[in-house]
């Protein structure tokens, strides 16, 4: 494997204190060191496939219809817009240009350079980029693997929303429009579900949508190899799911499986019921629960609904089940760490690199490795937008780099303190970036 190749520029990080007015704390090189030669496990990524000429992949979110792309809003934020000093990096470990800030000249090479080496590399390329970033494993959120995507160095959590949705959307659809696209791919992606089993229609008892379609397929999820399970729900819905019976969920489900389509509240109802299901079957399966929190693209999507102290009734009520709160909650970060005391909850910062700088990544990690070390996970939420100067390779490899930064930092702020030695600090890198994800999906 490729060594890690993630310098640390120092005078980057000396950046004055708004409030103090004083230098910050410049990373301890022996950490910096160390850190760098970690090879990750990133537990929330979603690499793309080896594409043939003109092929698109559309397995690597949870949806199959993608009309929702189209709602997205073009607003990114400063780390990965082309200027980003961070992209401009990632061009030249990546695709070999030299240039040292943005052009049109050199994105231009650096795509150029980045389809020869696609090419070139085969299948092997997603294997390739993780090299790069010096990551060895990522934990991979797809609808199916596919080419280029193998064990051991991919491995595989599903997407489970669907099976939330086995009746009609048509009145939630109605209700709430910007989420329609949402709904409609994953009615179709339910109801897609029958064929492989030789059942026709959908079953007509809540208990056999259970029995004869979710538990059998999150059985055949594990023994295809997944090692967690990812549900998006904050897309299409606030994530306060709630204890209900399995008798009023019955009724609702038998009163319109056979025709008509249950309002808002009721189909809440059914899914927060269906919610509990799936996670208990995933914890019985050994399989940790993936949940998407905080921030979320497109101006449908309702932040104040992916606070993830929403959850605490699941975590509650759901004790033999791993959950990982992805995206650290942002920008609810803080308030989340009461959670961990929970024997099941862990948190992973995915995605927080897209929003956060180095530094400011790095105060969120010292509040949450003060608290609870050991359930802190990296990861990089690394995903293939198909934008013009960047998509899952560069974000694959800024990602990594950022967090290793903001790791960094943290490590020294702690150490400096008085409040752990270097050799705790060595040692809380090796958890985060890889052993406690390690341990959680019993690698």
Same mark, same amino acid.
């Given at each position: 494997?490729?060594?890690?190749?993630?310098? %640390?520029?120092?005078?980057?990080?000396?950046?004055?204190?708004?409030?103090?007015?004083?230098?910050?704390?410049?990373?301890?090189?022996?950490?910096?060191?160390?850190?760098?030669?970690?090879?990750?496990?990133?537990?929330?990524?979603?690499?793309?496939?080896?594409?043939?000429?003109?092929?698109?992949?559309?397995?690597?979110?949870?949806?199959? =219809?993608?009309?929702?792309?189209?709602?997205?809003?073009?607003?990114?934020?400063?780390?990965?817009?082309? &200027?980003? &000093?961070?992209? #401009?990096?990632?061009?030249?470990? !990546?695709?070999? %240009?030299?240039?040292?800030?943005?052009?049109? $000249?050199?994105?231009?090479?650096?795509? @150029?350079?980045?389809?020869?080496? %696609?090419?070139?590399?085969?299948?092997?390329?997603?294997?390739?980029?993780?090299?790069?970033?010096?990551?060895? %494993?990522?934990?991979?959120?797809?609808?199916?693997?596919?080419?280029?995507?193998?064990?051991?160095?991919?491995?595989?959590?599903?997407?489970?929303?669907? *099976?939330?949705?086995?009746?009609?959307?048509?009145?939630?659809?109605?209700?709430?429009?910007?989420?329609?696209?949402?709904?409609?791919?994953?009615?179709?992606?339910?109801?897609?579900? &029958?064929?492989?089993?030789?059942?026709?229609?959908?079953?007509?008892?809540?208990? @056999?949508? !259970?029995?004869?379609?979710?538990?059998?397929?999150?059985?055949?999820?594990?023994?295809?190899?997944? #090692?967690?399970?990812?549900?998006?729900?904050?897309?299409?819905?606030?994530?306060?799911?709630?204890?209900?019976?399995?008798?009023?969920?019955?009724?609702? *489900?038998?009163?319109? #499986?056979?025709?008509?389509?249950?309002?808002?509240?009721?189909?809440?109802?059914?899914?927060?019921?269906?919610?509990?299901?799936?996670?208990?079957?995933?914890?019985? !399966?050994?399989?940790?629960? &993936?949940?998407?929190?905080?921030?979320?693209?497109?101006?449908?999507?309702?932040?104040?609904?992916?606070?993830?102290?929403?959850? $605490?009734?699941?975590?509650?009520?759901?004790? $033999?089940?791993?959950?990982?709160?992805?995206?650290?909650?942002?920008?609810?970060?803080?308030?989340?760490?009461?959670?961990?005391?929970?024997?099941?909850?862990?948190?992973?910062?995915?995605?927080?690199?897209?929003?956060? =700088?180095?530094?400011?990544?790095?105060?969120?990690?010292?509040?949450?490795?003060? *608290?609870?070390?050991?359930?802190? !996970?990296?990861?990089?939420?690394?995903?293939?937008?198909?934008?013009?100067?960047?998509?899952?390779?560069?974000?694959?490899?800024?990602?990594?780099?950022?967090?290793?930064?903001?790791?960094?930092?943290?490590?020294? @702020? /702690?150490?400096?303190?008085?409040?752990?030695?270097?050799?705790?600090?060595?040692?809380?890198?090796? /958890? #985060?970036?890889?052993?406690?994800?390690?341990?959680?999906?019993?690698?």
């Amino acid at each position: 494997m490729t060594s890690p190749q993630r310098p %640390i520029l120092a005078t980057a990080l000396f950046v004055a204190a708004a409030a103090s007015g004083q230098a910050q704390t410049l990373p301890d090189p022996e950490l910096v060191k160390v850190i760098a030669g970690i090879k990750a496990i990133d537990t929330h990524s979603h690499p793309e496939r080896v594409l043939a000429d003109g092929e698109m992949d559309t397995e690597w979110d949870g949806f199959s =219809s993608h009309s929702y792309q189209a709602q997205l809003v073009p607003n990114l934020p400063a780390n990965v817009r082309p &200027h980003s &000093h961070l992209i #401009v990096a990632s061009w030249r470990a !990546l695709w070999g %240009i030299p240039d040292l800030e943005w052009s049109e $000249e050199a994105i231009n090479k650096a795509m @150029e350079n980045k389809r020869r080496i %696609i090419k070139e590399k085969g299948d092997s390329y997603p294997a390739w980029v993780l090299d790069q970033a010096g990551v060895e %494993i990522a934990l991979s959120n797809r609808i199916t693997m596919q080419r280029g995507l193998t064990s051991p160095r991919f491995r595989w959590v599903p997407y489970v929303d669907h *099976y939330m949705f086995p009746l009609s959307t048509a009145k939630i659809r109605s209700a709430n429009p910007l989420y329609a696209g949402f709904y409609e791919g994953l009615e179709q992606r339910a109801k897609g579900l &029958h064929s492989g089993r030789g059942v026709k229609t959908t079953p007509p008892a809540l208990k @056999e949508w !259970l029995a004869n379609v979710v538990t059998p397929d999150l059985e055949k999820y594990k023994r295809e190899g997944a #090692v967690a399970i990812k549900f998006t729900a904050a897309y299409f819905r606030p994530l306060d799911f709630a204890p209900v019976s399995a008798k009023e969920a019955a009724a609702i *489900y038998a009163t319109f #499986v056979r025709g008509g389509a249950p309002g808002p509240d009721e189909y809440k109802k059914l899914q927060d019921f269906i919610f509990f299901e799936v996670a208990r079957t995933a914890g019985r !399966l050994q399989l940790p629960v &993936h949940i998407h929190s905080g921030p979320g693209g497109g101006a449908q999507y309702n932040l104040s609904g992916a606070d993830p102290l929403l959850l $605490e009734q699941a975590f509650i009520n759901l004790p $033999e089940t791993d959950f990982v709160i992805l995206h650290g909650g942002w920008p609810n970060s803080k308030p989340a760490t009461a959670l961990l005391r929970k024997s099941n909850v862990y948190i992973d910062f995915s995605g927080m690199e897209y929003f956060l =700088s180095p530094r400011n990544l790095a105060e969120v990690l010292r509040y949450w490795l003060d *608290y609870m070390p050991e359930k802190v !996970l990296f990861g990089t939420d690394a995903y293939p937008e198909k934008l013009p100067h960047a998509g899952w390779a560069e974000f694959q490899w800024v990602n990594t780099r950022s967090a290793r930064e903001a790791l960094a930092v943290a490590l020294t @702020e /702690m150490r400096n303190d008085g409040n752990i030695t270097t050799d705790r600090a060595k040692e809380l890198a090796h /958890m #985060v970036l890889r052993g406690n994800t390690a341990k959680l999906h019993r690698f």
